[in-house]
């Protein structure tokens, strides 16, 4: 089954608003009162919508023990990155299973990740079915906008809660800096907000325990797992893992094949982007043992892959890659080959490249790194942007759709069906003719 924006966005709210729920109400009969267990201010779990709407995506059509297990894996990686990206947004970590047997620091345990198996089985087996009954029997103007003033507050909301705790961590004398830019009415109600948010997270978490702060060097470039390195790291892994994609590809097939995922440079962003996340999220298990990371990329790997296939088939209706002939694959966008391959490259790269591009990163002088990088930022930006428009106008043409606009003249006169070929040869257009 395939599921519309609207329909996605639905289950979204839905599946946020329970979970809220499920969450406040485990709060209320665990601390004894109310407790707004939201990562944002409004009655919404967002952790529990994107789960769900992973879930519909990635699991529906599959027999129910496979859903149990998808359900299991899938949401304990978006519980797992969740705990980390909280660490670094609020310097706090909210939630802790230590005390609990087979946990992983804390962040995850079999128990419940076996409850968000259940979870999921309820979700795609029945939930799904109920909700969107009701979603179809609604107008369709006044579901979509619900919807979108949902999304609007939902954004302002998440986008308040970020600033004001951004600076959770820093000393008072940088908050009084930041105060010495604003007016009194600005200061008060900033003040006022903040100490509102503050509350309400440590009431809800009272086991939140802050982060000890991160060691810094000013006098060195990107030191440690910052911005600065990430951003350099995606753009060494895309054009990295398109020549390792290139060079197998000569070897197994005997021909030289664009691997590439822009039309400007041989840049594969679905690496780069493996790159950037599975640094940010292993960074603080890097000196773990070869196994620990063989394991952890083989699954981070898997899933990833796998939700880079369903995201770009569903956005560009276009499979770049299918693995249906090969044993042991998942609805041909993954198999149990590739996904050691993902594994062995997270062994390598922690343990022979990145400790050697880390030290090189950082020898690079702060201005310098610093330009250079949003300059990165910007051609990549652009040429993503520019790749999905040629995609998009690639997909047009399979279906006889004229050029009108003058972007799709562009296109048609830049990126034509011959050069489109030679950049993405795997390509398969799933309505085209």
């Given amino acids: 089954m395939e599921y519309i924006g609207y329909e996605l966005l639905w289950l979204f709210f839905l599946y946020s608003f329970l979970g809220w729920i499920l969450e406040t109400v485990f709060a209320a009969v665990k601390q004894k009162h109310f407790a707004n267990r939201g990562l944002i201010n409004g009655p919404f779990c967002i952790i529990y919508g994107i789960a769900g709407v992973a879930m519909s995506i990635v699991l529906t059509g599959l027999p129910v023990f496979w859903v149990f297990v998808g359900s299991t894996l899938l949401a304990t990686v978006i519980e797992w990155a969740a705990g980390h990206l909280i660490e670094r947004l609020y310097h706090e970590r909210w939630w802790d299973y230590s005390n609990i047997k087979w946990n992983m620091d804390g962040y995850i345990c079999l128990p419940v990740s076996l409850f968000w198996g259940v979870l999921g089985v309820m979700v795609v087996c029945w939930g799904n079915s109920v909700f969107l009954a009701f979603f179809q029997a609604c107008p369709l103007l006044l579901v979509q906008i619900v919807l979108w003033v949902l999304l609007a507050i939902m954004s302002i909301d998440a986008a308040a809660t970020l600033i ?68 350099l790291l995606f753009v060494i892994g895309a054009f990295l893992g398109d020549l390792t994609e290139t060079v197998f590809c000569r070897i197994t097939a005997g021909v030289w094949m664009s691997r590439s995922s822009v039309v400007w440079g041989p840049f594969s962003i679905v690496w780069g982007l493996a790159i950037a996340v599975v640094t940010a999220l292993l960074y603080s298990y890097r000196s773990h043992s070869d196994m620990f990371l063989f394991w952890m990329g083989t699954f981070l790997g898997g899933a990833y892959e796998y939700i880079c296939s369903v995201f770009t088939e569903i956005v560009f209706d276009t499979v770049f890659w299918d693995y249906s002939h090969m044993p042991f694959n998942l609805g041909g966008r993954i198999n149990l080959l590739f996904c050691f391959f993902w594994g062995i490259a997270a062994v390598v790269w922690f343990k022979k490249l990145y400790p050697k591009l880390s030290a090189w990163i950082e020898k690079i002088p702060v201005v310098f790194g610093k330009v250079v990088t949003w300059g990165l930022i910007v051609f990549m930006v652009c040429n993503v942007a520019v790749s999905c428009m040629a995609m998009l106008r690639y997909n047009e043409r399979s279906q006889g759709v004229p050029a009108e606009s003058g972007w799709q003249k562009t296109m048609d006169e830049r990126f034509g069906d011959a050069r489109m070929k030679r950049i993405y040869p795997n390509a398969i257009q799933i309505n085209g003719e």
């Fill in 164 to 231: 004001l705790l951004s600076g959770r961590s820093k000393n008072a004398s940088s908050w009084a800096a930041v105060d010495g830019q604003l007016d009194k009415v600005s200061k008060r109600l900033g003040r006022f907000i903040f100490r509102q948010v503050d509350k309400r997270i440590h009431k809800a978490y009272p086991e939140a325990k802050p982060k000890e702060a991160a060691e810094k060097h000013p006098e060195l470039f990107a030191y440690g797992c910052s911005f600065y390195k990430i951003v």
